[in-house]
């Protein structure tokens, strides 16, 4: 059975940090796209990063315009794990921060064409 299973989530103050992780399970994920995604309140699930599939350690990560230069991606095929390291976190980071694969070779911000997804992580920043 795939599973994908994020933790790392809990309450931090605006300018704090936290690392997020998602740890994928039933098959090896080096040749999925693996990213993360996020749905705050009455809100659509929005897209935050992508790491591509790797090739031996070499993988391209991208990031959404709105976290850039705050957020890192950043993977472990030997443990089967990806990871988002989050610094700099404003209120409006809260959300839910799901992880998801895609089994493809090019990076993709379309949470339709994920093929699994995680149950979620809670993210609240206070101000």
């Known amino acids: 059975q795939t599973q994908l299973v994020e933790s790392g989530g809990g309450l931090v103050q605006a300018g704090g940090s936290l690392r997020l992780s998602c740890a994928a399970s039933?098959?090896?994920?080096?040749?999925?796209?693996m990213g993360w995604f996020r749905q705050a309140p009455g809100k659509e699930r929005e897209f935050v990063a992508v790491?591509?599939?790797?090739?031996?350690?070499?993988?391209?990560?991208y990031y959404a315009d709105s976290v850039k230069g705050r957020f890192t991606i950043f993977r472990d095929n030997a443990k089967n794990t990806v990871y988002l390291q989050m610094n700099s976190l404003k209120p409006e980071d809260t959300a839910v921060y799901y992880c998801?694969?895609?089994?493809?070779?090019?990076?993709?911000?379309?949470?339709?064409?994920?093929?699994?997804w995680g149950q979620g992580t809670q993210v609240a920043v206070s101000s």
């Open positions: 039933g098959r090896t994920f080096t040749n999925y796209a």
């Open positions: 998801a694969a895609a089994q493809r070779a090019s990076v993709t911000s379309d949470p339709r064409t994920y093929d699994y």
């Open positions: 790491a591509s599939w790797s090739t031996g350690a070499t993988y391209y990560p």
